[in-house]
Nanobody, 116 residues
Framework: QVQLVESGGGLVQPGGSLRLSCDAS????????MGWYRQAPGKQRELVAW???????NYGASVKGRFTISRDNAKNSVALQMNSLNPEDTAVYYC??????????WGQGTQVTVSS
């Protein structure tokens, strides 16, 4: 079983930056992608970004150019650098690991609040 532990959430002012990290442990099968999704109150969970083992990246439209995802394959970890944050980025951010067999594992989530 895979365990995903997120860190780095918190409160930040508009225009500020935060960095989220996620470490995977346990019985980790062949990983296809690691990434981040978010869910704001009253909204569906949406893609933030994922990165494949080979390095291909995909970003949600609302974060392109502001967020950068990175991954350490040797450590089974993924990070998300978030810049130019705005109140619409406020959400619970979830780390995701998807296997080659399309099985998803999720972290417990970390709150990001953007407010003055």
């Amino acid at each position: 079983q895979v365990q995903l532990v997120e860190s780095g959430g918190g409160l930040v002012q508009p225009g500020g930056s935060l960095r989220l990290s996620c470490d995977a442990s346990g019985s980790i099968p062949s990983i296809y992608t690691m990434g981040w999704y978010r869910q704001a109150p009253g909204k569906q969970r949406e893609l933030v970004a994922w990165i494949a083992t080979g390095g291909i990246q995909n970003y949600g439209a609302s974060v392109k150019g502001r967020f950068t995802i990175s991954r350490d394959n040797a450590k089974n970890s993924v990070a998300l650098q978030m810049n130019s944050l705005n109140p619409e980025d406020t959400a619970v951010y979830y780390c995701n690991l998807r296997t080659i067999g399309a099985h998803d594992s999720w972290g417990q989530g970390t709150q990001v609040t953007v407010s003055s």
